[in-house]
């Protein structure tokens, strides 16, 4: 469950469950809230799981697991992807070098598996991995005055400035890590780490002291990536090929052999994927999974699809056919075709570029 359950509801807050945790969905006025975030800045509780891997090999045998390259210096972190042989998305992950141990952030269903994995595989190696989802709680500092936020309330250290890269200082009196994270809702970004004892005096602080911003839930966080043209886990990326979601920047093609290198390595020399993720500007609200259409041909289906506050209309995000026949697209609604425009992500120009900006 969210760590400050109590706080939230007392904020008003409704609830629901993402990944088998329970999260704030909204504090009411979603729309509202949405663009507050927007124009200045907003904190939401993330309920990652947590790994913690400890050991002499651990950033080896980390890296020889994921799609990216684990950093071996303390205070850098990487974005990365467990996948299956066939190349296709198992779990997403941030790894961050904490000192002598490595912080994994998953989604939350993802943790137990991917520890009772990790630890099965050591072998001879010098690993251990457990599960920390309870010691840790995580909020993310979103919005054009981010930076001045943290810098109103973080002391002992400055904001840190390169992407997912992170620096320890004080909240109040509380330690906290304050990690950079990669603008997923197309605003600049942070993600603040504290003991999960420490989060009731570190949430108040980042809502109420320096610079106010205002809390929100997932709903919100859901149109806030929309609009940014961010893939997520549920919706987008869970068992499908990274080439195909445009995700480059949790691949490094230069570093050793992986599970799944082979297919990505094979589809990136090919020149582009076999599908690709785009906005459609949609006149109605579609379901996630509804079929798209050029002319007569099925060309994909919708990911997600939300009403945007910000321009005030329905998008959607779909997964169609690298090469689109020349014709009007359409999407089912109710058994019925509606028009859809194929747009350029992102859908709403913030004040940063998500990371995850599909890249072809």
């Given at each position: 469950?969210?760590?400050?359950?109590?706080?939230?509801?007392?904020?008003?807050?409704?609830?629901r469950?993402?990944?088998?945790r329970?999260?704030?969905?909204?504090?009411?006025?979603?729309?509202?809230?949405?663009?507050?975030?927007?124009?200045v800045?907003?904190?939401?509780e993330?309920?990652?799981?947590?790994?913690?891997?400890?050991?002499?090999?651990?950033?080896?045998?980390?890296?020889?697991a994921?799609?990216?390259?684990v950093?071996?210096?303390?205070g850098?972190g990487?974005?990365?992807?467990?996948?299956?042989?066939?190349?296709?998305?198992?779990?997403?992950m941030?790894?961050?070098?904490?000192?002598?141990?490595?912080?994994?952030?998953?989604?939350?269903?993802?943790?137990?598996?991917?520890?009772?994995?990790?630890?099965?595989?050591?072998?001879?190696?010098?690993?251990?991995?457990?599960?920390?989802?309870?010691?840790?709680?995580?909020?993310?500092?979103?919005?054009?005055?981010?930076?001045?936020?943290?810098?109103?309330?973080?002391?002992?250290?400055?904001?840190?400035?390169?992407?997912?890269?992170?620096?320890?200082?004080?909240?109040?009196?509380?330690?906290?890590?304050?990690?950079?994270?990669?603008?997923?809702?197309?605003?600049?970004?942070?993600?603040?780490?504290?003991?999960?004892?420490?989060?009731?005096?570190?949430?108040?602080?980042?809502?109420?002291?320096?610079?106010?911003?205002?809390?929100?839930?997932?709903?919100?966080w859901?149109?806030?990536?929309?609009?940014?043209?961010?893939?997520?886990?549920?919706?987008?990326?869970?068992?499908?090929?990274?080439?195909?979601?445009?995700?480059?920047?949790?691949l490094?093609?230069?570093?050793?052999?992986?599970?799944?290198?082979?297919?990505?390595?094979?589809?990136?020399?090919?020149?582009?994927?076999?599908?690709?993720?785009?906005?459609?500007?949609?006149?109605?609200?579609?379901?996630?999974?509804?079929?798209?259409?050029?002319?007569?041909?099925?060309?994909?289906?919708?990911?997600?699809?939300t009403n945007?506050?910000?321009?005030?209309?329905p998008?959607?995000?779909?997964?169609?056919?690298?090469?689109?026949?020349?014709?009007?697209?359409?999407?089912?609604?109710?058994?019925?075709?509606?028009?859809?425009?194929?747009?350029?992500l992102?859908?709403v120009?913030?004040?940063?570029?998500?990371?995850?900006?599909?890249?072809?």
């Open positions: 469950m969210t760590v400050l359950e109590e706080v939230h509801a007392a904020h008003e807050a409704t609830f469950e993402v990944g088998g329970r999260v704030v969905d909204t504090y009411g006025r979603p729309e509202r809230t949405h663009r507050a975030v927007r124009n800045v907003g904190v939401c993330f309920g990652y799981g947590v790994l913690v891997v400890t050991g002499a090999d651990r950033v080896e045998y980390v890296d020889n994921v799609s990216n390259r950093p071996d210096t303390d850098q990487c974005y990365a992807l467990l996948l299956d042989p066939q190349g296709r998305v198992e779990t997403d941030y790894v961050y070098n904490a000192g002598e141990r490595l912080l994994v952030f998953t989604p939350p269903q993802e943790a137990t598996a991917l520890a009772e994995e990790w630890q099965e595989k050591t072998f001879i190696q010098d690993v251990d991995v457990r599960v920390a989802t309870d010691d840790f709680a995580t909020f993310g500092v979103h919005g054009p005055k981010a930076t001045e936020k943290i810098a109103s309330v973080l002391h002992q250290a400055a904001s840190p400035e390169a992407p997912l890269s992170f620096n320890r200082g004080e909240l109040g009196d509380v330690g906290v890590s304050v990690i950079r994270t990669d603008n997923l809702a197309g605003e600049e970004s942070y993600d603040v780490v504290c003991a999960a004892d420490d989060a009731e005096p570190v949430f108040d602080t980042l809502v109420n002291r320096g610079l106010n911003a205002v809390p929100f839930g997932y709903r919100t859901e149109t806030l990536t929309m609009e940014a043209g961010s893939p997520l886990f549920d919706t987008e990326i869970e068992g499908h090929v990274p080439n195909e979601l445009g995700l480059r920047n949790a490094d093609f230069d570093k050793g052999c992986y599970v799944g290198q082979e297919v990505v390595s094979r589809i990136e020399n090919r020149g582009h994927p076999p599908s690709r993720l785009v906005g459609l500007a949609v006149d109605e609200l579609p379901d996630a999974g509804a079929a798209v259409f050029a002319g007569d041909e099925h060309v994909g289906e919708v990911t997600r699809a945007s506050p910000m321009r005030e209309a998008i959607a995000m779909a997964a169609v056919d690298w090469d689109l026949p020349d014709a009007a697209l359409t999407v089912r609604v109710d058994g019925e075709g509606v028009e859809a425009m194929q747009t350029d992102p859908f120009e913030g004040s940063a570029v998500s990371a995850r900006l599909p890249q072809y």
